[in-house]
């Protein structure tokens, strides 16, 4: 089940990568890179108005493998009622208010030339009632993860999100690309998604006798009301954290170089969408034996995920690293976009790179319901960056977010691994994670990716940029990989039972 889930989420972290690098240059071509803009702002608003959550979808999820751990079949159904009634009074009032301040934020936060101010209200309207109607689904999700029917999750992902991105290229072609065409198609695209996850997940717990669905209770507030609002708090510093800087470049510089820095921020986004990936599919998994106090089984399921973590993220962290200017071009086909974002995107990155290796202790402690270290770290994170973000983007534009960002993390870092792990393991579970996800795959991909670099050839095509990384990557993968035992023994038997059927076959 676990190996099964963690390929679901990372087939959907997969998906979201490429989609991202598939529409983004098509939105560009079409919208034009201002126009690209306003979309990033959208991606932005989405991602800040998730706070009106209030932490209820990793509550969802939890009590979800909680209860399934042990069988209380209505007590999921409650708890699935209480916090959909809820989040439905959030969603009007989030879509509300967003009408309603749209002028504001046309007027005051948004510096663009090409559309009037009419226009930009409209499109910022259309972003609040699409919002509204895309917060719930995500709690419908976070159900079905934590029921660990996370193949069906990712697949309703995949599908809505082939659906948004896909279906936007379609209908710029078939009617007109405008904003207001694209959110209109977001805004169906999102009432799909909304009615497909609330029906599935209703669908699974309402089987048995009774089919009882479920009612309100102020119990299931109370009794998981303090872990919510812990993963508020969390959720709320993480927010601020990760859009501060969006929301500070979007208010010095223009809607073009807010559009290059969104550009950058989505390449710096590939390691955290891998590591997120493993992440969710973990946390079930870990409160599940949690639950049951298997310790023995806790400690291999976070060993085996280190060393996931490892081979996935440094390698193709590296890469984009040390190749983000190549890729950018090859992605988006703009030597103005690729000069313009590359460096940023290489400081971004490696802030991600450190970040992302954090997310299995930090999942691992939420399995425990531990959550007051993530709050601590995330009020001196927002005392720390705060500042230095204002002033650094004031006086060096972009540039001087991508360094605000990295500065943070290293700072940040050996504070969260030291602490996340004295919390629930020790002092030597410490060191194992730093040489399992960290040095070893480091030390195996740094100088292959440092020695390709150099003898990169000038003049590459853009496809034949991509063949050239794909290749570094699947070496680097390949070598971290197989510097581990457990990896490399599993790859020699995958490798074996390959052979022993081809052999099979051919005698046949």
């Known amino acids: 089940m676990l190996r099964k889930n963690v390929f679901a989420n990372l087939l959907n972290s997969a998906w979201g990568v490429v989609s991202v690098f598939l529409f983004i240059p098509l939105y560009i071509e079409f919208l034009g890179i201002e126009a690209y803009g306003i979309v990033a702002f959208y991606t932005m608003l989405l991602v800040i108005l998730s706070l009106a959550d209030m932490g209820f979808t990793v509550t969802l999820k939890r009590e979800m493998a909680r209860f399934s751990a042990v069988g209380d079949l209505n007590g999921m159904k409650d708890a699935l009622r209480t916090y959909e009634i809820i989040y439905l009074l959030i969603s009007i009032l989030t879509g509300c208010v967003i009408y309603i301040f749209a002028p504001f934020i046309a007027s005051y936060w948004l510096n663009t030339k090409s559309f009037t101010s009419e226009?930009?209200?409209?499109a910022i309207r259309l972003m609040g009632i699409s919002i509204a109607m895309q917060l719930p689904a995500g709690l419908f999700i976070g159900g079905l993860m934590g029921l660990q029917r996370q193949l069906l999750a990712n697949f309703i992902n995949i599908g809505v999100g082939a659906l948004r991105g896909a279906g936007a290229i379609l209908v710029f072609w078939l009617f007109s690309p405008t904003i207001f065409v694209f959110f209109c198609w977001q805004?169906?695209?999102?009432?799909?998604?909304?009615?497909?996850?609330?029906?599935?997940?209703?669908n699974i717990i309402s089987t048995g006798k009774g089919r009882f669905k479920g009612y309100f209770r102020w119990s299931v507030v109370r009794e998981t009301g303090r872990f919510a609002l812990g993963m508020?708090?969390?959720?709320?510093?993480?927010?601020?954290?990760?859009?501060a800087d969006k929301l500070v470049v979007g208010k010095f510089a223009s809607l073009e170089m807010f559009s290059y820095?969104?550009?950058?921020?989505?390449?710096?986004?590939?390691?955290?969408?891998?590591?997120?990936g493993i992440g969710a599919a973990l946390f079930?998994?870990?409160?599940?034996?949690?639950?049951?106090?298997?310790?023995?089984?806790?400690?291999?399921?976070?060993?085996?995920?280190?060393?996931?973590?490892?081979?996935?993220?440094?390698?193709?962290?590296?890469?984009?690293?040390?190749?983000?200017?190549e890729f950018i071009y090859a992605w988006t086909g703009s030597t103005q976009v690729a000069s313009s974002a590359q460096l940023t995107a290489s400081l971004l990155l490696l802030g991600q790179i450190l970040q992302s290796v954090t997310v299995i202790p930090y999942n691992f402690a939420l399995a425990h319901g531990s959550v007051k270290f993530s709050q601590r770290l995330g009020v001196l994170s927002i005392a720390l960056v705060s500042p230095l973000l204002i002033v650094l983007t004031f006086n060096y534009g972009i540039l001087g977010a991508g360094v605000s960002w990295l500065v943070l993390n290293c700072l940040t870092f050996p504070i969260s691994i030291y602490y996340l792990h004295r919390q629930v393991l020790s002092t030597a579970g410490m060191w194992k994670y730093c040489i399992r996800g960290v040095i070893r795959p480091l030390l195996i991909s740094l100088p292959f990716i440092l020695l390709t670099r150099q003898f990169l050839p000038v003049d590459l095509s853009r496809f034949k940029i991509l063949l050239y990384l794909g290749i570094v990557w699947l070496v680097c993968i390949l070598l971290s990989a197989l510097s581990f035992p457990t990896i490399r023994a599993m790859i020699f038997k995958i490798s074996k039972n390959l052979y022993d059927r081809m052999r099979g076959s051919l005698d046949r």
Not at 119 to 122: D, K, R
Not at 187 to 202: C, G, T
Not at 236 to 243: A, E, K, S
Request: hydrophobic residues 55%; glycine residues 6%; charged residues 10%.
């Open 119 to 122: 226009e930009m209200v409209m």
């Open 187 to 202: 805004l169906f695209a999102n009432i799909v998604y909304l009615v497909i996850s609330r029906y599935q997940l209703w």
């Open 232 to 243: 508020a708090s969390i959720s709320l510093m993480g927010v601020v954290l990760t859009q």
């Open 261 to 276: 820095y969104s550009v950058a921020g989505t390449l710096a986004s590939v390691p955290v969408m891998i590591s997120s």
């Open 284 to 325: 079930p998994r870990f409160t599940e034996i949690v639950a049951l106090a298997h310790k023995d089984a806790l400690k291999q399921v976070y060993n085996q995920a280190c060393e996931a973590i490892g081979v996935l993220i440094i390698p193709v962290g590296l890469i984009l690293v040390f190749f983000s200017g």
